[in-house]
Antibody
């Protein structure tokens, strides 16, 4: 059974940094691309970033480009999101999601339960 | 980026009714690279449809997807009590990937 467990969320002040982690199990992590998707309170889904199986292809939404960095450690079956220069509008539940394939960053086949990031002074 | 506009914003229906949800793209979505997700309160989204019309594993056949180019539709043939939720479309034919704003299907 595919399991994705996010961690690292919490309350952080504007301008500070935070790193989210996603622990994957139940599938061959190094065979799949991965995504981060976020959802502000009471709002819809926003795709944030995706990374191919070997980290050769990385894409970001314009809203986070230059501030967020996605990475993965296949030896540890883990996905990360490094978030810098956080803003109030980054407040959201952040979901880790497994792609259906290796490279092309397509759709989110499986989702974690999410971790809440609150940016506030 | 491709903007996806879903309509209606809210659909008020009764169990057993047919639900028709629309997703319109600001530009053509290549190769029918469109997915649909269902989200219930307090839960993560769940994949329903990919490739515009292929059902994901375990999804009942009352859910169907259709469309191409800029116009896509999710149809629920007969609403079951567990189908009342928010539905999102997502395109993956262009970078960055984008979601629609969602359609809420509520009990009338």
């Amino acid at each position: 059974e595919v399991q994705l467990v996010e961690s690292g969320g919490g309350l952080v002040q504007p301008g500070r940094s935070l790193r989210l982690s996603c622990a994957a199990s139940g599938f061959a992590f190094d065979d799949y691309a991965m995504h981060w998707v976020r959802q502000a309170p009471g709002k819809g889904l926003e795709w944030v970033s995706g990374i191919s199986w070997n980290s050769d292809r990385i894409v970001y939404a314009d809203s986070v480009k230059g501030r967020f960095t996605i990475s993965r450690d296949n030896a540890k079956n883990s996905l990360y999101l490094h978030m810098n220069s956080l803003r109030a509008e980054d407040t959201a539940v952040y979901y880790c999601a497994k792609d259906n394939g290796r490279f092309h960053l397509e759709y989110c086949q499986h989702w974690g339960q999410g971790t809440l990031v609150t940016v506030s002074s | 980026e491709i903007v996806l506009t879903q309509s209606p914003g809210t659909l008020s229906l009764s169990p057993g009714d047919r639900a028709t949800l629309s997703c319109r793209a600001s530009q053509s979505v290549s190769s029918r690279y469109l997915a649909w997700y269902q989200q219930k309160p307090g839960q993560a989204p769940r994949l329903l449809i990919y490739g515009a019309s292929a059902r994901a594993t375990g999804i009942p056949d009352r859910f169907s997807g259709s469309g191409s180019g800029t116009d896509f539709t999710l149809t629920i043939s007969r609403l079951a009590p567990e189908d009342f939720a928010v539905y999102y479309c997502q395109q993956y034919g262009s970078t960055p990937r984008t979601f629609g704003q969602g359609t809420k299907v509520e009990i009338k």
